[in-house]
């Protein structure tokens, strides 16, 4: 089965986050969708939930309450720090050996990928499924990596952009603003 792996911190999970799994599910050609929140990115300092239990709890409940079709997946919470996207691929393919498994990730992701570790076993072994995001360039970005590497995978998906983000939103909040129409 073709499966898209959708990881991150999801602290919160908001209509963004719905509006990529929604078409991810609904509109592209995978079997299945595993969103796995990160208990802690390796390029992002410590937040005030270090094991994630509070935010996965949460992407449980927002899945099941807006009836999304992606599997709310653990795995990250039971891996040693830190927990680098390869070593997620890598225990998914070893737990669901006859699955293949595509990362989904934003264009800012995309032009900052020379910073993750074995970025280039990501790229190759497992591919990205990249989505819009204000600012960047999808093409140039996917370009300039396949001019270091033809073989890489990278598939863009033609997926509307939302522009919110959870910085956002969590910056909201601590104003006070009301920021319930964009929390899932």
Not at 38 to 58: C, H, I, T, V
Request: a neutral charge; charged letters at 30%; hydrophobic letters at 35%.
């Amino acid at each position: 089965m073709k499966i898209a792996v959708y990881s991150g911190s999801f602290n919160p999970m908001h209509i963004g986050h719905e509006a990529i799994i929604r078409y991810i599910t609904e509109k592209m050609d995978f079997d299945g969708m595993y969103l796995i929140v990160s208990p802690q990115n390796p390029l992002k300092g410590a937040g005030d939930d270090p094991s994630g239990k509070r935010r996965l709890e949460a992407a449980r409940e927002a899945v099941r309450r807006h009836g999304l079709k992606a599997r709310v997946d653990d795995i990250e919470t039971t891996m040693p720090a830190p927990q680098y996207t390869i070593r997620t691929l890598d225990a998914l393919k070893r737990r669901e050996p006859d699955n293949e498994f595509t990362l989904v990730i934003g264009a800012d992701n995309l032009d900052r990928m020379h910073r993750w570790k074995d970025y280039r076993r990501i790229l190759s072994e497992f591919g990205v499924l990249v989505y819009p995001r204000t600012g960047y360039d999808i093409l140039k970005i996917r370009d300039a990596l396949l001019e270091e590497c033809p073989e890489y995978r990278i598939r863009i998906a033609d997926a509307p952009v939302v522009d919110i983000s959870s910085t956002e939103i969590r910056e909201g909040l601590a104003t006070g603003k009301d920021m319930s129409n964009v929390i899932l």
